[in-house]
């Protein structure tokens, strides 16, 4: 079902944000194990640290962005059943320090006391939890964490909201009226400029594909078209945007949702993609 033209990590990315956005954040876990073949279900054997470690972070990075679609409580949900599904497969220890221990250090890699067995002292995922270089406080006048407008986040976030949006952006940004400071602040510094345009783990393909199966899955037409169209403005055929739309209306009919959202019917599929030719 999945076009040809879309990466591999698709099969995993599309599903996941498409489920998290229908309401049913306690299947990542169990989806990370059957795509990595560490469940009795898996159809194949586990895949190679490396490939598990992969998937691992493009489900943590479609997870910090996702929140900024589907809000927070949704998101934090699915990172609790995904890394609970990491422990009960020993790909993380079950017992390592957490980050809001007074006494751990969340930016140091730290190694488990000799004491501790060798096979509990390896572990694909690490053993334990560090932030991750482009969150950590830096000093330079290009650190990511400097959110005021012009800043380079911020400059990175209009970069790519125009990239997706074109000239159709100021259109839309009048809608706002005497807010449109204060939001387009928001869209360019935080959630375009510090997390949907950062592809240092998911490209700003895949980060799309998570962008528009969450609003597609939600039922929200409107801003659902804008990003199928963004899916053509990096480089998707029409064809393939339409193979996207079913794969999340698949999934709806699988899992249901909270929403009437998109049911991949070949009619509707036509009418949410029937304005996306225009490039």
Same mark, same amino acid.
């Given at each position: 079902?999945?076009?040809?033209?879309?990466?591999?990590?698709? =099969?995993?990315?599309?599903?996941?944000?498409? #489920?998290?956005?229908?309401?049913?954040?306690? #299947?990542?876990?169990?989806?990370?194990?059957?795509? &990595?073949?560490?469940? $009795?279900?898996? *159809?194949?054997? *586990?895949?190679?640290?490396?490939?598990?470690?992969?998937?691992?972070?493009?489900?943590?990075?479609?997870?910090?962005?996702?929140?900024? #679609?589907?809000?927070?409580?949704?998101?934090?949900?699915? !990172?609790?059943?995904?890394?609970? =599904?990491?422990?009960?497969?020993?790909?993380? *220890?079950?017992?390592?320090?957490?980050?809001?221990?007074?006494? =751990?250090?969340?930016?140091?890699?730290?190694?488990?006391?000799?004491?501790?067995?060798?096979?509990?002292?390896?572990?694909?995922?690490?053993?334990?939890?560090?932030?991750?270089?482009?969150?950590?406080?830096?000093?330079?006048?290009?650190?990511?964490?400097?959110?005021?407008?012009? &800043?380079?986040?911020?400059?990175?976030? =209009?970069?790519?909201?125009?990239?997706?949006?074109?000239?159709?952006?100021?259109?839309?940004?009048?809608?706002?009226?005497?807010?449109?400071?204060?939001?387009?602040?928001?869209?360019?510094?935080?959630?375009?400029?510090?997390?949907?345009?950062?592809?240092?783990?998911?490209?700003? #393909?895949?980060?799309?594909?998570?962008? $528009?199966?969450?609003?597609?899955?939600?039922?929200?037409? *409107?801003?659902?078209?804008?990003?199928?169209?963004?899916?053509?403005?990096?480089?998707?055929?029409?064809?393939? !945007?339409?193979?996207?739309?079913?794969?999340?209306?698949?999934?709806?009919?699988?899992?249901?949702?909270?929403?009437?959202?998109?049911?991949?019917?070949?009619?509707?599929?036509?009418?949410? !993609?029937?304005?996306?030719?225009?490039?």
């Amino acid at each position: 079902m999945l076009p040809a033209s879309l990466p591999k990590s698709a =099969a995993y990315i599309l599903p996941a944000s498409t #489920l998290i956005a229908l309401g049913h954040p306690n #299947l990542l876990g169990p989806l990370f194990l059957h795509v &990595t073949g560490h469940n $009795a279900t898996a *159809p194949t054997t *586990p895949l190679p640290p490396a490939e598990t470690r992969t998937i691992s972070l493009h489900l943590r990075d479609m997870l910090l962005k996702e929140w900024t #679609l589907t809000g927070i409580p949704l998101v934090i949900t699915a !990172v609790s059943s995904l890394g609970l =599904a990491e422990q009960e497969a020993g790909l993380f *220890p079950a017992d390592a320090a957490s980050t809001f221990d007074r006494n =751990a250090d969340w930016n140091t890699t730290t190694t488990p006391p000799p004491s501790q067995p060798d096979d509990q002292r390896h572990h694909p995922l690490g053993t334990t939890s560090t932030l991750s270089p482009r969150y950590s406080t830096s000093t330079t006048s290009t650190n990511p964490l400097d959110l005021a407008p012009n &800043t380079p986040t911020s400059v990175r976030g =209009a970069t790519h909201l125009h990239r997706l949006y074109r000239h159709h952006l100021p259109a839309i940004t009048r809608t706002w009226a005497s807010h449109e400071a204060d939001f387009r602040w928001l869209e360019e510094s935080v959630i375009y400029g510090l997390f949907l345009s950062d592809d240092a783990v998911l490209s700003a #393909l895949e980060t799309s594909l998570v962008t $528009a199966s969450a609003i597609v899955a939600q039922g929200l037409k *409107p801003p659902s078209l804008w990003h199928l169209r963004g899916l053509r403005r990096l480089g998707l055929a029409r064809d393939d !945007v339409e193979g996207v739309v079913r794969v999340v209306g698949e999934c709806a009919v699988w899992a249901g949702g909270r929403v009437g959202g998109v049911r991949g019917e070949e009619d509707e599929v036509g009418e949410w !993609v029937g304005w996306v030719g225009e490039v």
